[in-house]
């Protein structure tokens, strides 16, 4: 039973440790050749387990993924400050764990960098909806109508009340 454990422990951290990133920012060690994740992909991964913690009503862990998510985006950030999408993912997490005070600040400094992000404008849109700013949220959502993207759709669905904010 404890070599089940160990061989879990090892596969999960090692596919944390060396999975390639998407924010093209990961480094390669020299004497392996293989992509060392970063702060920031070890903390997007966490999103993304946090989101399927949710989607399995797991509440308990979706909020400690988060968490986690929060820890490593944080150092993400200490690291390499002022990087649009980690703040994203900051506020994002923040938001999901009950945190809008902190969620509103992360997404602000994103957007100051950033005033067309995407995904800063959906998710700040949605955080407006869930603290009844109306205005704010209809506000974000001008600023992706002519994105021609997904988040503008969701957003405006939230807005609408037609679709509830999943993440």
Avoid at 66 to 73: H, P
Avoid at 88 to 113: C, P, Q, T, V
Wanted: proline share 2%; aromatic share 10%; hydrophobic share 35%.
């Amino acid at each position: 039973m404890k070599k089940i454990i160990l061989i879990v422990f090892i596969t999960f951290y090692s596919s944390l440790l060396f999975a390639a990133g998407s924010g093209g920012d990961a480094k390669t060690t020299a004497s392996t050749g293989v992509k060392a994740a970063t702060k920031f992909d070890i903390g997007k991964k966490w999103v993304s387990k946090a989101k399927k913690f949710e989607k399995k009503n797991k509440e308990d862990k979706a909020q400690n993924a988060y968490k986690k998510a929060i820890e490593n985006l944080l150092k993400a950030n200490s690291q390499s400050p002022g990087d649009p999408n980690t703040l994203n993912l900051l506020g994002f997490s923040h938001r999901k764990i009950g945190d809008y005070e902190n969620a509103e600040i992360y997404y602000a400094m994103g957007l100051e960098i950033d005033p067309k992000h995407v995904g800063i404008n959906e998710y700040m849109g949605e955080l407006f909806v869930a603290t009844n700013r109306m205005g704010e949220a209809k506000k974000r959502l001008a600023v992706l109508e002519n994105c021609n993207c997904k988040e503008y759709n969701d957003l405006k669905q939230v807005i609408e009340g037609t679709k509830q904010s999943k993440y």
